[in-house]
C-alpha cells in the first residue's frame, strides 16, 4: 500500500504529460486555410536579412516578399513539404528554424533529450543511494571526543 502511495503521484504526472503531448500532436480537425499554413511555413523558414527571426516575424521587404512567395507557392497547389524544400535547394538547411530531423539535424534534437534522460537518471541514482545509505551515528567515543573539547573550552 506505501509503494502505491508512493508511486500514485509519478504515474498520474506521466498520464497528464502522456495526454498533453497527445493533443499537442493531434492534427487539428478539418482542412487548414491557405493564410494558416502560409503563416505554419513563414514561422518555420529564418529571415535571410536578419537570421534571428523568421519570415514570419520579420518586417523588411525580403520578409514581405518571401511571405508573397510562399503564398503563391500554396495557391498554385504546391505542398508545405514542396516550399520548404525550394527554399532549403535556395538558401541552404540554414533557412530553417527548427533542425533537419535527420543527419546531424537529429543529433541537435537527440542531444538535449539525451542530456536531460541521463540528467534524470543520475538524480534517481543519487535521491535511492541517500535513502538506502544508513544514517550515521556517533559512536561513544565521538561523544567523550566531543565532551572532552567542550570541557577544554
Keep these: 500500500m506505501t509503494g502505491l502511495r508512493r508511486w500514485a503521484p509519478w504515474g498520474a504526472l506521466a498520464v497528464v504529460g502522456v495526454a498533453a503531448l497527445a493533443v499537442a500532436a493531434w492534427p487539428s480537425a478539418g482542412r487548414r486555410t491557405i493564410?494558416?499554413?502560409?503563416?505554419?511555413?513563414?514561422?518555420?523558414?529564418?529571415?535571410?536579412d536578419c537570421e534571428a527571426l523568421?519570415?514570419?516575424?520579420?518586417?523588411?521587404?525580403?520578409?514581405?516578399?518571401?511571405?508573397?512567395?510562399?503564398?503563391?507557392?500554396?495557391?498554385?497547389?504546391?505542398?508545405?513539404?514542396?516550399i520548404r524544400?525550394?527554399?532549403?535547394?535556395?538558401?541552404?538547411?540554414?533557412?530553417?528554424?527548427?533542425?533537419?530531423?535527420?543527419?546531424?539535424?537529429?543529433?541537435?534534437?537527440?542531444?538535449p533529450v539525451g542530456a536531460l534522460v541521463l540528467g534524470a537518471g543520475g538524480l534517481a541514482l543519487a535521491l535511492r543511494r541517500w535513502r538506502t545509505e544508513p544514517r550515521l551515528a556517533a559512536s561513544s567515543a565521538d561523544e567523550q571526543l566531543v565532551r572532552r573539547t567542550r570541557e577544554a573550552r
Excluded at 35 to 48: G, K, N
Excluded at 72 to 79: E, F
Design 35 to 48: 493564410s494558416e499554413r502560409a503563416h505554419s511555413i513563414e514561422s518555420e523558414l529564418r529571415c535571410v
Design 54 to 82: 523568421s519570415i514570419a516575424d520579420s518586417s523588411t521587404s525580403n520578409a514581405a516578399a518571401q511571405r508573397t512567395d510562399i503564398e503563391q507557392r500554396l495557391r498554385a497547389g504546391q505542398s508545405d513539404a514542396q
Design 85 to 111: 524544400r525550394a527554399y532549403v535547394d535556395n538558401y541552404g538547411p540554414s533557412i530553417l528554424l527548427p533542425p533537419e530531423d535527420k543527419g546531424l539535424g537529429m543529433v541537435v534534437w537527440a542531444l
